[in-house]
T-cell receptor, first 112, second 112 residues
């Protein structure tokens, strides 16, 4: 079963615009991570936010976490064509083995 | 460093055939994971290992076996392939002190 669910499933924007993706999950977590997957490639880690954090920044990325609503959002500011990819949230919970549970992802297309 | 590598990149099997997927990492990571990714879905954990000589079941282990005889290698075996095992398989690894997972480029498997 999948823990995280991303919204929207697909997003199409113009270069320079901001892109916001949302993730909802069902159970309590230790941390939530966002990964990017370019077409036909493996996943690349973007950012991790712990359950006791509310907001985190990394370059053009901003992640928020609302544990009361069991939701997170990923904001990419000033999008570029190179940001075109699928974005997945993954939650880690329970013991120390960090088994990640992934959502189905958001497909982002940034048009020049 | 090559990071996480996977062999082969692509394979076609007939129903009932067996094969082994190899994952190798040169980062001296303790933890290793095997996932499968199906269209429109996130990654699902098949098996994982928390150290050399250890393995454990993930979310979808049926029809697969794994071995971790050497710390740097994690093998995924299909004893009798079925069309339902057509998927893209990803291997990942991480340090025991870090929560970020590093992914390989994937193996595309088609079972006819």
């Amino acid at each position: 079963s999948q823990q995280g669910e991303e919204d929207p499933q697909a997003l199409s924007i113009q270069e320079g615009e901001n892109a916001t993706m949302n993730c909802s999950y069902k159970t309590s977590i230790n941390n939530l991570q966002w990964y990017r997957q370019n077409s036909g490639r493996g996943l690349v880690h973007l950012i991790l936010i712990r359950s006791n954090e509310r907001e985190k920044h990394s370059g053009r990325l901003r992640v928020t976490l609302d544990t009361s609503k069991k939701s997170s959002s990923l904001l990419i500011t000033a999008s570029r064509a190179a940001d075109t990819a699928s974005y997945f949230c993954a939650t880690a919970s329970g013991g120390g083995y960090n088994k990640l549970i992934f959502g189905a992802g958001t497909r982002l297309a940034v048009h020049p | 460093n090559a990071g996480v590598t996977q062999t082969p990149k692509f394979r076609v099997l007939k129903t009932g055939q067996s094969m082994t997927l190899l994952c190798a990492q040169d980062m001296n990571h303790e933890y290793m994971y095997w996932y499968r990714q199906d269209p429109g879905m996130g990654l699902r954990l098949i098996h994982y290992s928390v150290g050399e000589g250890t393995t454990a079941k993930g979310e979808v282990p049926d029809g697969y076996n794994v071995s971790r005889l050497k710390k740097q290698n994690f093998l995924l075996g299909l004893e009798s392939a079925a069309p339902s095992q057509t998927s893209v398989y990803f291997c990942a690894s991480r340090r025991d002190t870090q929560e970020t997972q590093y992914f390989g480029p994937g193996t595309r498997l088609l079972v006819l």
